[in-house]
């Protein structure tokens, strides 16, 4: 694996414990800000909708450059933000210091991913992939908790002073770590890197990864009240149940990684099928400490840790540039906001299992997107040579790693 590819792990990281850090301060945050918890709770879902809305927009932007070049400029516009963040004297500043931290982080998702793949050969992106996204694992697993720290004993400024220097460290990595790649023989004009989204096969692909995300977060979002107020835990223990949570995630991450280059539909396929199942354990046994701490840790396995699989079928059905990995992680965050946006007001009218039986129903629909091409791999392609078979997941022979890498 390239060292390269570690070197983007710890931008992705770096991303991920930025976007996080606002969940385990808001007390804080509201005191500094003379704001309300709910006030600060928007700031969440604003993070989250400049990520899905704005992110594609500034990818394009950078399609010209180069993809070390891109991501030099998306950590300059991610270290501002931050900075803007630790020095905000208000909301409406603090406000305006999420959305450009969430475009960033957006794009740089989409071409980090792409980058990954373009390091990598053919038959092992998914490994690659998942090995970039062990940041995302490792900023559930540590970034959180660690900004949580910082600011409890330092203050909420000093948190985003620490993802500020840290960004810094990743953006040093990067510069000296990341070989300089020149734009894919392949790389056309916008319209060309839209064309792919003529096929309607993409969008449902991408719909799918909305909805496996969604059924996860529809349990991630809610597990402290859940494990507080229904299973009984005390408050100080929930963050040890967090830090199993995340631990299962980088379990659940590698496996799938190993297995995403040629078996993503059937690992799709299983993992929605384990989801669904945990999803509605938990709801059945969330009054049991210890049928709810195994349900969680399933979810842990099987849910967000399907990223690799969702990755590699996006880049078979599309292709390995920013736009449709950028693209694809709005799709992704889309399932998050769905999960918050759904969950509370079903809290509220229901209690707190809803979110749960709400993530279950989202497994639902994610598996009902995976049966046309099911079906389509269980059927004899017309285009198919007699005597051979289609693999529809085998690696993509038409987007060689390039060859032509200058380090710099």
């Known amino acids: 694996m390239p060292r390269?590819?570690?070197?983007?792990?710890?931008?992705?990281?770096?991303?991920?414990?930025?976007?996080?850090?606002?969940?385990?301060?808001?007390?804080?945050?509201?005191?500094?800000l003379d704001a309300t918890i709910p006030e600060i709770g928007y700031l969440i879902t604003a993070f989250a909708v400049a990520m899905a809305f704005g992110g594609p927009f500034l990818t394009v932007a950078l399609l010209k450059l180069p993809q070390k070049r891109a991501l030099m400029v998306l950590f300059?516009?991610?270290?501002?933000?931050?900075?803007?963040a630790a020095l905000a004297p208000d909301y409406w500043t603090m406000l305006v210091a999420r959305v450009v931290t969430g475009v960033a982080s957006q794009a740089f998702f989409g071409v980090g991913i792409s980058l990954a793949s373009r390091l990598t050969r053919p038959e092992i992106r998914g490994r690659a992939v998942a090995v970039a996204l062990n940041g995302l694992m490792l900023g559930t697993l540590l970034g959180l908790p660690l900004a949580t720290v910082v600011g409890e004993h330092l203050g909420w400024r000093a948190a985003f002073w620490a993802i500020t220097v840290l960004t810094a460290l990743a953006a040093v990595a990067t510069f000296v770590g990341v070989p300089r790649i020149e734009r894919a023989d392949d790389a056309g004009s916008v319209r060309e890197e839209l064309g792919a989204f003529r096929s309607p096969r993409l969008w449902l692909t991408l719909t799918t990864s909305t909805f496996v995300i969604g059924a996860t977060f529809s349990a991630f979002s809610y597990l402290n009240p859940i494990l507080t107020e229904i299973t009984g835990f005390a408050t100080?223990?929930?963050?040890?149940?967090?830090v199993a949570y995340g631990a299962a995630t980088l379990i659940g991450n590698t496996v799938v990684g190993r297995l995403a280059d040629r078996h993503a539909l059937p690992v799709l396929v299983t993992g929605l099928l384990l989801n669904?199942?945990?999803?509605?354990?938990?709801?059945?046994?969330?009054?049991?400490?210890?049928?709810?701490?195994?349900?969680m840790l399933g979810i842990g396995l099987v849910g967000v840790t399907m990223n690799p699989a969702m990755v590699t079928r996006v880049q078979r059905v599309g292709n390995t540039r920013p736009l449709v990995n950028s693209v694809h992680s709005s799709f992704i965050t889309g399932g998050i906001i769905i999960a918050t946006s759904v969950g509370g007001p079903a809290i509220d009218a229901y209690g707190l299992r809803a979110p749960l039986w709400i993530g279950a129903g989202l497994a639902v629909l994610g598996l009902v997107t995976l049966v046309p091409e099911w079906r389509r791999r269980a059927a004899p392609?017309?285009?198919?040579?007699?005597?051979?078979?289609?693999?529809?997941?085998?690696?993509?022979?038409?987007?060689?790693?390039?060859?032509?890498?200058?380090?710099?």
């Not at 300059?76 to 803007?84: D, E, R, S």
């Not at 100080?236 to 967090?242: A, D, N, S």
């Open 236 to 242: 100080g223990t929930v963050p040890l149940l967090l």
């Open 381 to 408: 392609s017309a285009s198919t040579p007699a005597g051979t078979s289609a693999a529809p997941d085998a690696p993509d022979a038409h987007s060689p790693v390039r060859d032509a890498v200058e380090v710099g």
């Open 4 to 32: 390269a590819v570690y070197v983007l792990a710890l931008g992705i990281f770096a991303m991920v414990t930025s976007e996080f850090v606002v969940a385990g301060l808001m007390p804080q945050m509201a005191d500094g």
């Open 76 to 84: 300059a516009i991610f270290l501002g933000g931050n900075v803007l």
């Open 276 to 295: 669904l199942g945990f999803l509605v354990g938990f709801a059945l046994l969330a009054d049991l400490p210890v049928g709810a701490v195994a349900m």
